[in-house]
Every structure is written in structure tokens, then in C-alpha cells.
């Protein structure tokens, strides 16, 4: 759906050059979420306004929903929904079925096509019976859904969005995330999201593009950056003489560390998941009573500061 490659874009400012996106490539497969992750400034928007041909690359090309960037960008934009990052205000008393009607019109639908399309798409939305509604008086859930809704008007199969639940409440963005989920799973589009949450990437990418001073640093699925990390943690809490529970360990898998705490065995493993059955087989049958056992996985907090030496979290820490 998307393939960019050395994808750039400089901004001359009055103190010097901003190099915001340096020489990315992307490839985005039909039918993904793809979660673009990084602190403030790392250049996600630059490259969706990119990407969506509201800014022009500096160098470098991209075939966006089959048509070329450069050359074909009526062709993209009319193959593609585009949700920006919250802050346009509406002019005074627009309401909102008549804005996405407008919006439908402007994308060369019919007045009743249009109407039509706002029928299945607000309750999609659950903006059911809000049509008649001022955009001033949504809640601010409700306006974020409508701004989503403004992308998905004429049914794009390739969808942008740029921080989609920023400054929403948690409920909110659960909610909203549901929708995003549904733009998949039941329209079958394409989505690239940016966002700085490692919750949000985590919970809804089928893969995660991580983007750091305009350089991609790390493009993987959310469980296979976890695991590129450090390994899961099996923490096993057993009676008896631990290093020599240590030693069964050893024998039974591969470790790649291994401690003790007071009354436990921290391992070390490429994936706790598989390693929990061969390890409680093997220390059961040295005759260890076994308490409790557990599996932590690594955090895409943890991907980040393994990846550029700073904590995601400690800079963009979500406000509610
Ligand atoms: N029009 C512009 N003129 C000058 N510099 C710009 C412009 N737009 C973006 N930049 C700079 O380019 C860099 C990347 O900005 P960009 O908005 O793409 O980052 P981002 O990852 O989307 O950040 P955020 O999460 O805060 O939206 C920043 O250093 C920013 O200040």
C-alpha cells in the first residue's frame, strides 16, 4: 500500500537547517495497522504530511495506494483518508452532518450518495443522532470520532492518522481505538498511525515503524522489538536450595542470564512462553516444590531505551 524510499525533508529556518525526516524507506502491506512511534520531533507528521502529499519531500519518492507521490498526487489523495492532528477549529456553528456532507461533495460524491454514506457511517462511529449537532458542543471524544469520520467519507482503503487519541480521556481512547481496530477488520483498510503512547502501538499495530531525530531506528512487529530487546523474565518462586535450582534450569533450556533474589529464580529466556513448561517438568522432577512462577515481558518503553539510550515514557508521558 505504501513504499517510500529515501524519503526527506529539510526546512530552512532562521537558524539554520531542520533535517525533519532524513532518507526514510517504508513499506506498509495492504490490510496492517502500522504504528509510527517516536518523542516529539522525531518527524512522524512530517512524514505523513509527506505521505499524504501535503508537504512536498525534499528528496526521495513514495507510491502511495498505487500512485506515484510526485506525479500522480490528485490520484493519492483521492485514494486516501487523512485525519490530522487535533486543533482545527471549526467556524462558528458548523454542524456536523453537514460538514461531512460537504466534506463527501468535495470528494466528488453526489448530495445523495453522500447522505447515503453518512447513514452507515455515523453509527459506525457512534455518532448516531449527532448529525443535526454543532461541532462546538461535541464532547471531546465525540469530535475526534467526527474528525476520523471526515477522513472515512468516501472510503478510502488507505487511512492517516496523526496522533488520533491525543488529549483524549482514557475511555475515549479505548473507544476510539475500537474504531481504528473496525477500519481494519471490517473495512478493510490500511492504517498509518502516529503516535508518541507505547500503550497505543502496542495495543493496536500489526507492526511498529520507530522513529527517532527523522531516522527510522527500528521497523518490527510489537512482540518481536520486545523480544530483540532482552528476553522475557521468568521469575520462579521454589523451596529449597536455588542455586541448585539454578543449575536444573540451566540444563533444562537455554538461558541467556540467570539470578536469585531471596526466594526466587530470575531467568533469563528468548520467549517465556515456551520456556515455563520444560523448565517446571525439569525442576519438578528434581523433587523442587514449586510455588508460583510468572512471565514479564519486556516493555516498548525498554525497545526505545535499548534503541536510542532515552526513555519514550520520560518525555511523552500521556496526560491522563
Ligand atoms: N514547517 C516547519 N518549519 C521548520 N521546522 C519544522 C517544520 N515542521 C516541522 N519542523 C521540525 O521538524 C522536526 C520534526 O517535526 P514533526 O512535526 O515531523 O515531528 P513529530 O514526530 O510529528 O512531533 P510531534 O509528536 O510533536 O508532532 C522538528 O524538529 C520540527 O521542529
Known sequence: MITARALTRSFRTKTG??????GIDLDVAAGQIVGLLGPNGAGKTTTL????????????????????????PREVRRRIGYVAQIGATPAPGTRLGEELVVQARLQGMSRAAAEERLR??????????????????????????????????????????????????????????EHIRSLR??????????????????????????????????????????AQVAGDVVTVHVDGDLHRAEQVARRALPLRGASTSADALHLTVERGDLAVAPLLRAL????????????ARPT??????????RSLREETAPAA
Open 49 to 72: 504530511r509527506m505521505l499524504t502529499t501535503l508537504l512536498a519531500p525534499t528528496s526521495g519518492e513514495a507510491t502511495v495506494a498505487g500512485a506515484d507521490l510526485r506525479t500522480q
Open 120 to 177: 452507515t457511517l455515523l453509527p459506525r462511529l457512534d455518532l448516531d443522532g449527532l448529525a443535526a449537532r454543532a461541532l462546538a458542543e461535541l464532547s471531546g471524544g465525540q469530535r475526534r470520532r467526527f474528525d476520523v469520520a471526515l477522513g472515512l467519507v468516501h472510503d478510502p482503503k488507505l487511512v492517516f492518522l496523526d496522533e488520533p487519541t491525543t488529549g483524549l480521556d482514557p475511555q475515549s481512547r479505548a473507544n476510539l481505538w
Open 300 to 309: 516498548l518503553d525498554d525497545v526505545f531505551l535499548t534503541l536510542t539510550g
Open 185 to 226: 477488520d471490517v473495512s478493510g483498510a490500511t492504517v498509518l498511525m502516529s503516535t508518541h503512547y507505547l500503550d497505543e502501538a502496542d495495543a493496536l499495530a500489526d507492526r511498529i515503524v520507530v522513529m527517532d531525530h527523522g531516522e527510522v531506528v527500528a521497523d518490527d512487529t510489537p512482540d518481536a522489538l520486545k
Open 284 to 295: 519438578d522432577a528434581e523433587g523442587f516444590a514449586l510455588r508460583t512462577v510468572s512471565v
Open 17 to 22: 537547517t531542520v533535517d525533519a525526516v532524513r
